[in-house]
Every structure is written in structure tokens, then in C-alpha cells.
């Protein structure tokens, strides 16, 4: 029985579904879910494409961003350097080589892992990463105490979200219901009681909000894990206020071969789901859980400040031009001000210094 049927069974069973929970499963159901079954990223016959796939650029900036957070924790012999949904791997394999090359006592003392729910995934993490010693885990609390630091690029926007309406008579859930064994929404009450009071009084009647309990839960999760240092969020997001200037229209879209999915239920775990990030409910989530925001900026700011332009030919050899060339263009869409440019890049600490980071002086 696939998804969708069991979805279908369920709601005929008991009734509508909060849409979180349909969102949930198609994400991360163990037989049909996308990311645990047939998560493709990339562009080649890829459903999507991140910072990741544009090189090894961004991997060597957020080596330097690793090398400032080492000597900011006082050059510790071992330190733990953790990734959270590391793709194909290649980030932490490139950020690696960029600390051997440009820190090699930095690199020799890391204690490198990843946080991965995907079997897929941790099998071509591991073929990326032949020769290093790993740690695997599904969760940050698995390797507590953390010392060093944990970043996630595009992490937060993949945890499901609850869709609210505020209405006349007060706040409502979207859910799924299903008619003639089609998936439909519906409104009903909030799932949980904390809901009715997560929609911005200034929000319009009809409007719609998104909240992410999962990924707050997530990041505070991650924050007590770590001991000292710190957490490093990039991730397609606004702030509250620019989610309301979008007038209630909601974030929550599809994809599918670079395409995008208008019907949220149109093709349940055969495409990525995700919704943009309230970077104001994370930033409350991360300090309600002990940490302190110590830099923000855009991925535009910050990767031209890890100097993510120095891309310099080595020789006057056609070949050698060519590939500075197309390591020029890769920078400048890592940077576009339009495109992945305009991601949101937090970083917060735990009992550890503020200064030291050149992305954010």
C-alpha cells in the first residue's frame, strides 16, 4: 500500500490530518518518505540544487569559517567539527581538504561527523569521505558533549511545518481530508494549544502562517548537545517581518526535477517539500535553549568576507583559464544577491568567544 492510500485509510478511519503530519510523513515515512527513500539532489536528474552542487567554493569558505571557530575556542588539540545533512558529502569532504591545506594543525585535531537520518545519503557520504575517520549519527545528542562546531546548510527548511489561517472566529489548522480518495484541505482547530497564540496579531484575515515546532525543537535539541561552541545556520529564511510583508500568502511549495510543485499534495514522498525559514522563531528557539546570536548576514556578506572570489588561474594554460573561469561563475551564483546570495547565515555560541570571525567583522 503506498502512501497516499494509507493517508486515505487514515483519514476515512479517525479524520482529517493536521498538515504537518501528512508533511511529516512524506519527508521522512521509512518505506515511503522522500528523504529516506529517494531524495535526489543535484543537476543532473536532481529534484533540487544547493551551494553544495556548485563546486568546492563554498566547502573551502566554510573551511576558514571552521579554522576561526577552532582558534576562537583557544586552538583546542581535539575539537569536534559536525554536520548536519551533509548531502552528498562533499561540503565536509571539501571543507576538510580546505583546512588541511590552509590549517593543517586544525584539521589534524578535528574529530569530524555527521548528524544524518537518510541511509541513501550516509552511503554516499561515505564514499565521499573515503580515508577520513567518521562518526555517524542521527541526532546531535548521540555525540554530547559537543566542543567545536556544528553547522547546517539548508537543514531547517526540510523540518515540517503546521499551516495556520487566521480567520474571523480566531486561528484555524489547515489539515488534509479526502474526498472520492483525493486529498483535500480543510480547516479545523489548532493540534496544539500553543498555536493559537504563534500568529502575529498583525497578520490579515484569510492570511496564513507557518510554524516549525519541529525545527525549533531541533535546533534546541542541537544547542544542548553543545558544550562549548558553536552553531552555524544557513538556510533559505526571513525574519518576521519579512514573512508578514508577504501578506499572508505562505511558504510551503514543492520540487520536483528543478521545477516547482504548486500542490503541496499532488505527489506525496515522490517530491521535496520545504518552507521558508522564520529565522525569529529559531533565534528565540536557540536562546531559549542557552545560546547567543554573536553574527547574522546574508550568504552573499559572508562568503565574500571567507574570500569565496580568490579564484585566481595558476597558469596561462587554456585549461587552467577555463577552470578559473568556471570557478568564477559558480562564486558568483554562490553570491547572487537573487539567488542563493540572499540566504540568511546565523551563527550562535555557547560559553565561547564572539570575536574572531572574519565572515561577520
Do not use: C, K
Amino acid at each position: 500500500m503506498g502512501l497516499r492510500e494509507r493517508l486515505v485509510e487514515r483519514i476515512r478511519a479517525t479524520g482529517p490530518i493536521p498538515f504537518v503530519d501528512v508533511m511529516e510523513a512524506a519527508l521522512f515515512d521509512p518505506d515511503h518518505g522522500y528523504y529516506t527513500t529517494r531524495v535526489a539532489i543535484g543537476f543532473e536528474g536532481g529534484d533540487y540544487f544547493t551551494s553544495a552542487d556548485l563546486g568546492p567554493a563554498f566547502g573551502r569558505a566554510l573551511g576558514r569559517m571552521a579554522s576561526d571557530a577552532w582558534s576562537a575556542l583557544g586552538r583546542p588539540a581535539t575539537w569536534d567539527l559536525v554536520e548536519a545533512g551533509a548531502g552528498h558529502g562533499t561540503v565536509m569532504r571539501d571543507l576538510l581538504a580546505a583546512l588541511e591545506h590552509e590549517r593543517g594543525e586544525a584539521a589534524l585535531a578535528a574529530r569530524p561527523a555527521i548528524l544524518e537520518v537518510s541511509p541513501r545519503l550516509r552511503e554516499q557520504q561515505r564514499l565521499a569521505l573515503t580515508g577520513h575517520e567518521m562518526r555517524w549519527a542521527t541526532a546531535a545528542t548521540a555525540l554530547a558533549p559537543i566542543r567545536g562546531l556544528v553547522f547546517a546548510n539548508e537543514v531547517l527548511d526540510a523540518f515540517p511545518v503546521h499551516v495556520l489561517e487566521r480567520g474571523e472566529d480566531g486561528v484555524r489548522e489547515v489539515h488534509v481530508g479526502e474526498t472520492d480518495g483525493r486529498l483535500i484541505e480543510v480547516l479545523g482547530a489548532p493540534s496544539h494549544p500553543d498555536l493559537r497564540w504563534r500568529v502575529p496579531e498583525a497578520l490579515a484575515i484569510g492570511g496564513r502562517w507557518e510554524v516549525s515546532r519541529a525545527a525549533e525543537g531541533w535546533v534546541a535539541q542541537t544547542a544542548a548537545a553543545i558544550a562549548t561552541g558553536y552553531l552555524l545556520l544557513i538556510d533559505y529564511a526571513d525574519d518576521e517581518q519579512g514573512l508578514l510583508a508577504r501578506r499572508g500568502a505562505g511558504t510551503v511549495r514543492g520540487f520536483s526535477r528543478h521545477r516547482l510543485v504548486g500542490d503541496a499534495l499532488a505527489a506525496l514522498g515522490e517530491i521535496d517539500l520545504t518552507a521558508t525559514v522564520n529565522i525569529t522563531a529559531i533565534t528565540r528557539a536557540a536562546e531559549g535553549a542557552g545560546l547567543r546570536l554573536i553574527g547574522s548576514g546574508t550568504q552573499r556578506d559572508v562568503l565574500i568576507a571567507l574570500g569565496v572570489r580568490e579564484t585566481a588561474a595558476t597558469s596561462d594554460a587554456p585549461i587552467e583559464r577555463l577552470r578559473s573561469a568556471s570557478r568564477r561563475s559558480a562564486a558568483e551564483l554562490l553570491i547572487d544577491p537573487n539567488g542563493l546570495g540572499a540566504f540568511r547565515v546565523l551563527l550562535f555560541a555557547r560559553d565561547a568567544p564572539a570575536d574572531g570571525f572574519r565572515a561577520f567583522n
